[in-house]
């Protein structure tokens, strides 16, 4: 990114329901990064984590995502976390707490049935 320090990046991460290829949240996170890159003032360094939920279901198997992810954010704390989807935001919702804290999340392709009153108020914007 040129001679922009990491310091004066924005960083921002996208939780992705499933891997890079399946669609349409394939397309959508690409035009949000495209979009988010075009009209920010800053630079942008964007962290992609596919959560496939779908795929490990059981009880339990969130905790070495979680685990995972607590470490990289400690080492470098997010800017904006980015959902997708129900699935991520389901995920998002059950761990904000324990990972994401204060920092603002943009919910994107969620349905705003997923989401209590007071949620939706603690820094967060959903787009459907």
Wanted: aromatic share 10%; charged share 25%.
């Amino acid at each position: 990114m040129g001679d922009t320090s990491a310091a004066d990046q924005r960083r921002v991460l996208i939780l992705s329901p499933y891997g890079r290829e399946v669609a349409p949240f394939s397309t959508t996170v690409s035009e949000f990064r495209s979009t988010l890159v075009h009209t920010s003032s800053e630079p942008v360094d964007f962290y992609e984590i596919p959560l496939d939920l779908g795929r490990f279901a059981k009880p339990g198997s969130e905790d070495p995502l979680v685990a995972f992810l607590e470490s990289r954010i400690q080492e470098r704390p997010m800017d904006l976390i980015v959902p997708m989807g129900a699935a991520g935001a389901t995920f998002a919702k059950r761990h904000r707490e324990r990972l994401f804290g204060d920092t603002p999340i943009l919910f994107v392709a969620a349905s705003p049935r997923l989401f209590s009153q007071e949620f939706s108020s603690t820094n967060t914007t959903l787009v459907t």
